[in-house]
């Protein structure tokens, strides 16, 4: 007759979990913060239209930059690299780099169809893009501490298109005042402003261009 399973192996198996974060991970909480605060306050401007909001879920996406950029170098003074640090990472690089850049580019009037097809085809690249580095980043560093180089550009490059958006913003230029203007194709509409973000993806997905990392 097998023994039912002590009360305390849950709260065990929970403290494990915990045991395997390290400091590094802290900053990498803090990146995904960042793009979860984004995300929030680019619904809020679309309810208020208050460009105060835009403008800090815009000034979200360098902090959350800097946190990526931290917990790397943490993680490599520590020396405490580890899987979980690792997709911990990218989740949180999808929130800040590939969703809230979406969003920010919806709440400023990128949301004819045409738009929110390339808008989810930036944040599948992203995805994508994530996907293939953690399952390639041994074979790319090969044996060496870190990775030589990227294959395609590194998803926090959309900082610039969240950048983009924030002057286009502080300028007035949001709304049916958007850069570029609207085409209307077909059933849809199509602001050419957001053929920034399928360059974007594209760029990312790219197996030919290659990128040292420093």
Not at 9 to 21: C, D, E, L, T, Y
Not at 189 to 202: I, R
Request: charged content about 15%.
């Amino acid at each position: 007759m097998s023994s039912s399973p002590s009360p305390a192996a849950p709260a065990r198996k929970h403290f494990s979990m915990i045991r395997g974060f390290h400091l590094a991970d802290v900053f990498t909480l803090g990146n995904a913060a960042c793009g979860v605060g984004a995300v929030f306050l680019a619904m809020a401007y679309m309810a208020s239209q208050s460009l105060d909001q835009y403008l800090w879920a815009a000034a979200l996406a360098p902090a959350a930059f800097i946190f990526d950029v931290f917990d790397g170098r943490v993680a490599r003074w520590r020396q405490t690299h580890s899987a979980l640090g690792r997709e911990l990472d990218s989740l949180a690089d999808i929130i800040s780099f590939g969703v809230a850049p979406a969003a920010l580019a919806f709440a400023a009037g990128l949301h004819g169809g045409w738009d929110c097809a390339v808008l989810i085809y930036f944040v599948g690249c992203g995805v994508s893009r994530l996907a293939r580095y953690n399952v390639t980043a041994e074979a790319l560093s090969e044996g060496a501490d870190k990775v030589k180089f990227f294959e395609g550009t590194p998803i926090p490059t959309s900082v610039a298109l969240v950048g983009v958006l924030a002057w286009a913003a502080w300028k007035g230029a949001v709304g049916d005042a958007v850069w570029g203007g609207a085409w209307a194709l077909g059933p849809w509409t199509l602001h050419p402003l957001v053929l920034l973000f399928g360059l974007s993806g594209t760029l990312m997905i790219s197996k030919t261009l290659r990128i040292p990392k420093f």
